[in-house]
């Protein structure tokens, strides 16, 4: 865990409260990025604690929801906290997601928490899971609403971002969903390979081979003609270091007139 803090470039907290939590969690979106580069690689997404945690500092790589809050949860506890998994199904366009379409993390410190380092755009430091009115953060303007099911609407800046359940889960519950993410059509991530991280000044992220810089509201996009360009920009940008680029699906390809 002291090669996990200094892979985020962290102290080891005196102890367990919110301000130590809410520094984790913002060390952890500015140097972890959020991607999805194992699905294009043919490398097996593997939900085991010890896999987790040596693909973020062993390999030094990133991952999505599963693999970012499933490892950041192993070094949470570690240093004390009380850590539940929680599953979510996410909006996109007003429509609900699968079940266990997200992991986000339930922590105590002493209040409870909504932790979430692996959503891409989302809240930088943790929300409170108790309140119910508006929320402030860098990210946006967030609110958790209770539906008559029981689970909570988590928006920003007004619009639905993920359904929360309340029930604890463990990771295994996960692996179905996290499965069908990998290999269906219908998923997202299987489209073309996304590597994303918080900035200071904003956001990088590179799709493919579209890079994108924003800083406010102003957006820079380079195109990378080639694949040392492309391998390049993951090593200088994102700290990812790879032997061969991402695999573009076929259709993608197909889009791109190549």
Same mark, same amino acid.
């Given at each position: 865990?002291?090669?996990?803090?200094?892979?985020?470039?962290?102290?080891?907290?005196?102890?367990?409260?919110?301000?130590?939590?809410?520094?984790?969690?913002?060390?952890?979106?500015?140097?972890?990025?959020?991607?999805?580069?194992?699905?294009?690689?043919?490398?097996? /997404?593997?939900?085991? +604690?010890?896999? !987790? @945690? #040596?693909?973020?500092? =062993? &390999?030094?790589?990133?991952?999505?929801?599963?693999?970012?809050?499933?490892?950041?949860?192993?070094?949470?506890?570690?240093?004390?906290?009380?850590?539940?998994?929680?599953?979510?199904?996410?909006?996109?366009?007003?429509?609900?997601?699968?079940?266990f379409d997200h992991m986000a993390?339930? /922590?105590?410190?002493? +209040?409870?928490? !909504? @932790? #979430?380092?692996?959503? =891409? &755009?989302?809240?930088?430091?943790?929300?409170?899971?108790?309140?119910?009115?508006?929320?402030?953060?860098?990210?946006?303007?967030?609110?958790?609403?209770?539906?008559?099911?029981?689970?909570?609407?988590?928006?920003?800046?007004?619009?639905?971002?993920?359904?929360?359940?309340?029930?604890?889960?463990?990771l295994a519950d996960f692996e179905?969903?996290?499965?069908?993410?990998?290999?269906?059509?219908?998923?997202?991530?299987?489209?073309?390979?996304?590597?994303?991280?918080?900035?200071?000044?904003?956001?990088?992220?590179?799709?493919?081979?579209?890079?994108?810089?924003?800083?406010?509201?102003?957006?820079?996009?380079?195109?990378?003609?080639?694949?040392?360009?492309?391998?390049?920009?993951?090593?200088?940008?994102?700290?990812?270091?790879?032997?061969?680029?991402?695999?573009?699906?076929?259709?993608?390809?197909?889009?791109?007139?190549?």
């Amino acid at each position: 865990m002291d090669e996990y803090l200094k892979r985020i470039g962290a102290a080891r907290p005196a102890s367990p409260d919110s301000g130590s939590l809410r520094e984790l969690q913002l060390r952890h979106l500015l140097t972890v990025p959020f991607e999805n580069l194992s699905i294009h690689l043919g490398e097996p /997404v593997v939900l085991d +604690d010890g896999a !987790l @945690v #040596d693909k973020v500092v =062993g &390999r030094r790589r990133g991952g999505f929801c599963y693999e970012l809050n499933g490892a950041f949860a192993v070094l949470l506890r570690t240093l004390g906290h009380e850590v539940t998994l929680l599953s979510a199904r996410v909006f996109a366009d007003g429509v609900l997601g699968p079940p266990f379409d997200h992991m986000a993390l339930r /922590v105590n410190a002493p +209040d409870p928490w !909504l @932790v #979430d380092v692996g959503f =891409g &755009r989302f809240a930088h430091h943790p929300l409170r899971l108790d309140l119910r009115t508006d929320q402030l953060d860098p990210g946006g303007v967030f609110r958790l609403t209770e539906t008559e099911e029981g689970d909570l609407d988590v928006l920003r800046d007004g619009v639905p971002q993920y359904r929360l359940e309340r029930r604890p889960r463990v990771l295994a519950d996960f692996e179905a969903t996290c499965w069908w993410q990998q290999t269906s059509p219908k998923s997202h991530f299987t489209r073309s390979p996304v590597c994303t991280i918080l900035t200071e000044e904003g956001r990088l992220t590179l799709t493919d081979r579209l890079l994108v810089r924003t800083v406010g509201d102003a957006r820079e996009e380079r195109n990378l003609a080639t694949d040392a360009e492309t391998l390049a920009a993951y090593r200088d940008h994102f700290g990812i270091e790879l032997t061969r680029p991402p695999a573009t699906p076929p259709r993608q390809r197909e889009r791109a007139g190549e």
